[in-house]
């Protein structure tokens, strides 16, 4: 396959070589697990059975999930699932202690392998609903080859400042091309996010945007562009960002205070944003995955 996945496109053949992922032509996941940290309508009472997949097509340089993201995942012994056959095992086995709902988290590189997984689902009697948990950097051919197949987007809007998307994550045209993913996603599904009687989710949008310590503009940024688009998308505003790593950049070693983060979220309802949830500033003591363990967020 030479491959063009993302808008990185970087052409090779992944049965031969990798690209900038670091992905193989073979699906691989570090784990799939039973996930209480997602917003409520995702999780509801038994949580969502989420689907961790190995490498990352941004390679963001304060990513929680650095372990299994980085091109040493496959060193490190943290991939425990390889094959659609082996993945649709792990989820069938999973969801039997969770909702009906699967999330497929950083999936855009491995992308051409979900249609497979759901219809391997599908074969077994299982119908979940199926949550594309995207870090955002997606091209709309992508997006709409992944529509008959995915229920809900949980993309990330990232960024706004193209210079910020390069320092961070390698990608100076994340903000264009985030926003015409997330156009897409509209198109598809508009702005509601209907339930069922047990409040589960079952169709729609979710935008997740990470406040990052120091760079506040470029949240009230990605706000405007969100309202602008729909003031009645749901959105999740995130407080939980902590340092990751050694050797960050300054304003990457400490977590957000607390007047920042009052500073965006005025600026959320000011713009008129009214669904969603706003995240707890104490969020920066939890949320820290373990990919040693199968249950890397705990229960």
């Known amino acids: 396959m030479n491959c063009v996945l993302c808008p990185r496109a970087c052409k090779v053949d992944r049965a031969v070589n990798i690209g900038f992922c670091g992905a193989s032509a073979e699906p691989e996941v570090a784990t799939i697990c039973v996930h209480q940290?997602?917003?409520?309508?995702?999780?509801?009472?038994?949580?969502?059975?989420?689907v961790f997949f190995?490498?990352?097509?941004?390679?963001?340089?304060?990513?929680?999930?650095?372990?299994?993201?980085?091109l040493s995942a496959q060193s490190t012994g943290l991939i425990r699932y390889r094959g659609v056959e082996?993945?649709?095992?792990?989820?069938?086995?999973?969801l039997t202690h969770t909702e009906n709902i699967v999330g497929f988290v950083t999936p855009t590189h491995?992308?051409?392998?979900?249609?497979?997984?759901?219809?391997?689902?599908?074969?077994r009697g299982l119908f979940p609903t199926t949550v594309y948990n995207t870090g955002g950097y997606d091209t709309v051919e992508t997006l709409r080859m992944l529509a008959p197949y995915i229920?809900?987007?949980?993309?990330?809007?990232?960024?706004?400042?193209?210079?910020?998307?390069?320092?961070y994550s390698h990608a100076k045209d994340y903000p264009a091309v985030a926003l015409k993913?997330?156009?897409?996603?509209?198109?598809?599904k508009g702005s509601s996010l209907p339930t069922d009687d047990d409040g589960l989710a079952y169709r729609g949008i979710i935008v997740r945007h990470l406040v990052?310590?120091?760079?506040?503009?470029?949240?009230?940024a990605v706000l405007d562009e969100i309202a602008d688009l729909s003031p009645n998308l749901h959105v999740a505003l995130m407080a939980q960002y902590y340092p990751p790593l050694e050797g960050l950049p300054d304003q990457l070693n400490r977590t957000l205070t607390e007047d920042e983060?009052?500073?965006?979220?005025?600026?959320?309802y000011a713009l008129g944003l009214h669904r969603g949830w706003v995240q707890e500033l104490s969020a920066q003591s939890n949320y820290r995955p373990d990919f040693t363990k199968q249950q890397a967020f705990g229960l």
Do not use: W
């Open 151 to 167: 229920d809900i987007y949980l993309p990330d809007f990232k960024y706004m400042d193209p210079d910020l998307a390069l320092r």
């Open 37 to 50: 940290g997602e917003e409520p309508p995702l999780c509801g009472k038994k949580g969502i059975c989420n």
């Open 86 to 94: 082996a993945i649709v095992e792990g989820i069938a086995q999973t």
């Open 261 to 268: 983060y009052d500073q965006v979220t005025e600026h959320f």
């Open 181 to 188: 993913g997330l156009k897409e996603m509209y198109d598809q």
């Open 212 to 220: 990052l310590p120091g760079q506040i503009g470029n949240s009230l």
């Open 54 to 70: 190995a490498h990352c097509n941004l390679k963001c340089i304060y990513c929680q999930n650095h372990d299994i993201s980085s």
């Open 110 to 123: 491995y992308a051409n392998h979900i249609p497979a997984i759901v219809e391997g689902l599908h074969a």
